[in-house]
Structure formats: structure tokens, C-alpha cells
């Protein structure tokens, strides 16, 4: 998992298996999973041609 702050929010990046399994960790863990959204492509430096 990864984390990201903004001013304003948090946003957390999890590899899981599906959405169930993100929002039990979250119950887990006593923190909100407002909105999921699932990581359609990933464009970084190892993607380049």
C-alpha cells in the first residue's frame, strides 16, 4: 500500500483482489474508504518505449 497527502486529503493505492477486501481493511483498521476506484493503466518511467 501507498499513501498520498494532499492539503486536503488522503489517498491510499492498494494491490487487492477486489473491492470487498479494501473495505475490510479499512473496517479493520478504523479508517473510511469513501471512494474506490479501480487502476485501470499504469504510466511510469518502466512503461516508456
Do not use: C, L, W
Request: aromatic share 8%.
Amino acid at each position: 500500500m501507498e499513501i498520498f497527502v494532499t492539503p486536503d486529503k488522503v489517498y491510499s493505492v492498494y494491490i487487492a483482489p477486489n473491492e470487498n477486501a479494501i473495505r475490510e481493511h479499512a473496517r479493520q483498521g478504523g479508517f473510511p474508504a469513501n471512494k474506490i476506484s479501480p487502476v485501470k493503466r499504469v504510466i511510469d518511467p518502466t512503461t516508456g518505449g
